[in-house]
């Protein structure tokens, strides 16, 4: 029985309910997460068997409007956003839904699939579509033959922020920066981030490359399931040695571009910054998400996207942890 308006899909769902009652079988009633379908979770009851489906986002924060404080004074930025991860709660919401420019944050979804899909000893290799020459791209110079592990290209990818790595990541887990974006998108509808588009895995500026702050904690709240991106995301530096076309030793040493954990802007008094993840375009402006525990060790998710300047960045992240109370 199909229905096509409201009238008829509440009688659909009383016939359902009676078909219930009757005892006739033993219904199998399955509800799985669809981006278009607007009802977000059901319960059908039974006299002797009662049955309800998991809402899809029973294990998270959720937003769909502004949620402001009056500890806060946020301004001149894109959007923000501020997430309890023990109580699932937003704590503060400006423009979390709106779609808007990620810069490097883009990386945080790149980790994520590579994580999911690749095995940090696997051994990639760099072609030369890792030549980039965007002016102001942050690169960590590799060349066309260079190799390295997954493992030591995701340590620069998130601490550095590297954009010819990303592509050597994308490359070597999805045979292809194109498979690759396709994997990045088919993991955002996965895991419920219906409202952002890949386009390439660095966050270079292009047409069609989109996220939102909700996105972005969906994306980043999966990423954190895993330990190697913990561990990474808290380094302050980085060295390593990989090896070159000709079997030659290449050292790299990077610092991250987190200046919360550089030390060079003191973290918010009533929280611990543990780790996150910048970007920063002409597009996108200033951006930051962090992973940040309160004094008695409950976990945040902070997000700023498009702030003007670094210095408005962390005073404003800075801020935002004053809705913690």
Known sequence: MKCTNNR??????LFAVALALTGCGTPDYEMPYEKNNQVSSFQLVQVDNAQTAEPFAADLCV????????????SEVGAAALFDLNKLNTLYSENANK???P????KIMTALVALKYGSPDQVLTASENVIITESGAQLCGLKPGDTMTLGQALHILLIYSAND?????AEGVGGSVEGFVEMMNEEAQEIGATNCHFMNPNGLTEDGHYVTAY???LIFDEALKYDLFNEIIQMPSYSTT???RDGAEKNIEI???NQFIKGNYDSPGNVTIIGGKTGTTNAAGHCLILLARDNSGNPYISIILNSKTTDDLYAQMTELYKAIQ
Do not use: P, W
Not at 8 to 13: D, E, I, V, Y
Not at 103 to 106: G, Q, V
Not at 165 to 169: N, R, S, T
């Open 8 to 13: 008829k899909t509440l009688g659909c769902m």
């Open 63 to 74: 937003t769909d409007e502004n949620i402001s404080s009056s500890s806060v004074t946020i």
């Open 99 to 101: 779609q808007m420019h």
């Open 103 to 106: 810069a490097s944050l883009t």
């Open 165 to 169: 790595v990303a592509i050597m990541i």
């Open 215 to 217: 996105d972005l904690y």
């Open 242 to 244: 990989y090896t070159s």
């Open 255 to 257: 610092e991250t571009t």
